[in-house]
C-alpha cells in the first residue's frame, strides 16, 4: 500500500476473512470504479470467496491475483508458466481454482511463493520469533518454494497497473527450502535457533522467471541479502 501511495494511487484497503463482513464492506465501494482490484489473500480458499465478491460488487478495469507456486505440478525443471497445473495439495487445487475464475486477457496473475517482510505475519517474522522464544522452528528440508520481497512484488503489481499488462507471470528471487531459509536467518540475524526437520517433502516447487524480467525488465532483489533484523 505505501508504494501505491507513493506513486499517487487513492487506496481503499478492504481487509477481512469473514465473507459476511467482506460483502458488507465491498457494498461500500459500489460506486466508485477501479484500476484494479488486488486480491493478495494467502488463504486460498479467501481467495475464491473474494475474487466471487469483487465480481459482483466491485467496478474495476482489472483483477490482480496473486496466486501460488503450488499450482505446479512439482519437477526438479524449473517451471514456465505454461507448465502443468497440477495441484498435489488442498492449497494448490484452491489457488488453481481461483485462476479459472479470472480473464487472463484482461486480468493478471502472479505466481509466487513465500512473501517476505515485516509488515505483515510471514514464514520470516514466524521464524524470528519462535527463535527469540526459544522454541522449536519445525520446516521442510525437502520442499523447494520461491521467494520474494513484499516490496518487490508491489513494483510488479503497479507496473502492470501502470502499463495495463495481463496475463500470467511467475515473480520469485530466490529458490529454497524452508529450513535453509531458516539458517539463513538465524545465521544473519546471530540467534541461537533450534530447526528441526518436519519430514515433509511435498517436491520441487521451482519456477522460470524469464518472462516477468523480459516483460517488466525488473529483477527483484534476494531475500537472502543484508536485511533489518527487528529488534
Excluded at 44 to 59: F, G, S
Excluded at 117 to 134: D, E, V
Excluded at 175 to 203: H, M, P, R, V
Amino acid at each position: 500500500m505505501k508504494s501505491a501511495l507513493e506513486r499517487g494511487y487513492q487506496v481503499d484497503a478492504i481487509l477481512g476473512n469473514d465473507p459476511m463482513v467482506l460483502t458488507r464492506s465491498l457494498e461500500n465501494y459500489r460506486k466508485f470504479h477501479y484500476d484494479a482490484t488486488v486480491i493478495t489473500n494467502q488463504r486460498p480458499e479467501m481467495a475464491l470467496v473474494a475474487i466471487d465478491l469483487v465480481k459482483k460488487h466491485i467496478k474495476a478495469k482489472k483483477i490482480v491475483l496473486i496466486s501460488s507456486d503450488l499450482v505446479y505440478r512439482p519437477s526438479n525443471i524449473p517451471k514456465p508458466e505454461f507448465w502443468d497445473i497440477d495441484p498435489v495439495t488442498d492449497e494448490g487445487r484452491m489457488f488453481a481454482r481461483s485462476e479459472e475464475m479470472l480473464d487472463i486477457y484482461s486480468d493478471i496473475i502472479f505466481r509466487t511463493g513465500y512473501i517476505i517482510g515485516l509488515c505483515s505475519i510471514n514464514l520470516y517474522t514466524n521464524i524470528l520469533n519462535l527463535a527469540r522464544s526459544g522454541m522449536d522452528i519445525v520446516l521442510s528440508r525437502r520442499t523447494v518454494r520461491n521467494f520474494i520481497r513484499n516490496n518487490d512484488l508491489s513494483t510488479f503489481i503497479l507496473e502492470s497497473i501502470e502499463r495495463n499488462i495481463t496475463g500470467v507471470y511467475n515473480v520469485a528471487s530466490d529458490i529454497a527450502t524452508e529450513y535453509d531459509f531458516a539458517q539463513w536467518i538465524c545465521s544473519a540475524s546471530g540467534l541461537n535457533c533450534k530447526i528441526k526437520d518436519s519430514g515433509e517433502d511435498l517436491g520441487n516447487y521451482s519456477m522460470d522467471t524469464s518472462k516477468a524480467l523480459k516483460t517488466f525488465g525488473f529483477r527483484p532483489s534476494s531475500v537472502l541479502e543484508t536485511y533489518m533484523f527487528p529488534k
